[in-house]
């Protein structure tokens, strides 16, 4: 099929596979006259990806310097977890009556499969996955703004822990799932949605796991993120 994005988006979506991917590491400087000559672009379309991506998080355009890549820190991560609870609460409140039987099924299949790339050792499957099981009562929102900024955050927080695996965290998660399913098939909307807040989307009770994947990456980026 013939690509219509514009080409600063196409560009975006190419240097977001990188850092997904490790090519570009946490607090590298971006080299845009290699990426430049090896894509075959001008450096305009860039610069306006490179903005983009400034503005949703992913780097910092440092004047003088170039472009680096964000770090994430112990405290990126716990405001990130806060704006997801309070966001996600909120939405389950409102949408709670429109979580039919369906939207339940459809939940129920991403978390066996979530269950499944955790056998399997696939984290980057699981924390895609782990963003659908969400999206599947989210997207019933008519909220565009909210539900843009909650992919957006978990886009940057699982782009960066995708490359470690954590199963003990993985099942944990898959179980709380499994908790939230089943609260909501009782339609017990308080039950339902407190449990989102104060358990899953508690960063104090996963604070352990966090922890343990940044002392999986590398001595540099565990310092930073243990200050």
Request: aromatic share 8%.
């Amino acid at each position: 099929m013939i690509n219509i994005q514009p080409l600063r988006e196409q560009i975006y979506e190419y240097m977001r596979d990188e850092i997904n991917k490790g090519n570009l590491q946490p607090g590298e400087l971006v080299n845009t006259s290699k990426i430049s000559r090896s894509l075959g672009i001008s450096k305009t379309p860039l610069r306006e990806a490179l903005i983009q991506l400034e503005c949703d998080g992913f780097v910092t355009i440092l004047p003088r310097k170039g472009v680096m890549v964000n770090r994430l820190t112990l405290a990126d991560v716990r405001e990130s977890w806060e704006i997801c609870r309070v966001f996600e609460y909120e939405m389950m409140n409102k949408l709670f009556d429109h979580i039919d039987e369906d939207c339940i099924a459809k939940m129920e299949a991403i978390n066996n499969e979530m269950m499944a790339a955790t056998k399997e050792k696939d984290p980057d499957r699981f924390y895609s996955l782990n963003i659908d099981f969400h999206d599947a009562f989210l997207s019933l929102s008519k909220n565009s703004q909210m539900r843009r900024i909650l992919r957006l955050i978990k886009q940057r927080l699982y782009d960066f822990l995708s490359r470690s695996c954590i199963p003990e965290w993985e099942s944990v998660n898959c179980d709380e799932h499994d908790e939230l399913i089943r609260l909501l098939k009782s339609d017990d909307r308080e039950a339902a949605t407190r449990f989102l807040k104060e358990v899953h989307w508690a960063f104090e009770k996963q604070q352990e796991h966090i922890r343990r994947f940044y002392e999986q990456a590398s001595p540099e980026e565990g310092l930073a993120f243990r200050n």
